[in-house]
């Protein structure tokens, strides 16, 4: 499955006028990074995965339309998936966004 480009556009918008933010194509989908480091992506598998802090990635999970991103077999801490329902309307995926945005801003840049 190929990355949903519309979503990569509202992404995008959304980013703007934030410093530091760069794309890179990663896993079949298209991350954006913010100084370096992998905030959000549109993903290959439909929707978004957005990182958080690992520590409350459960939290985050107990809300509507997530899931655990899983690689290789296994669920991965500090990364999660929101489906489509979950952020089809711009409050939605600004909430998403913001998170991961503000989660890569706060580690060291690379």
Request: glycine share 12%; net charge neutral; aromatic share 6%.
């Amino acid at each position: 499955m190929v990355y949903d480009d519309d979503l990569a556009h509202r992404i995008r918008e959304l980013l703007s006028g934030e410093s530091g933010v760069g794309e890179k194509a990663m896993f079949g989908g298209l991350a954006f990074l913010v100084d370096g480091n992998m905030a959000v992506a549109a993903s290959g598998h439909g929707g978004l995965m957005v990182r958080v802090p690992p520590d409350e990635t459960d939290a985050y999970l107990s809300a509507a339309h997530t899931a655990p991103v899983v690689m290789s077999g296994r669920e991965t801490r500090g990364w999660l998936r929101v489906s489509a329902e979950g952020i089809r309307i711009k409050r939605q995926l600004e909430k998403w966004v913001s998170l991961g945005a503000g989660y890569a801003r706060s580690l060291p840049p690379k």
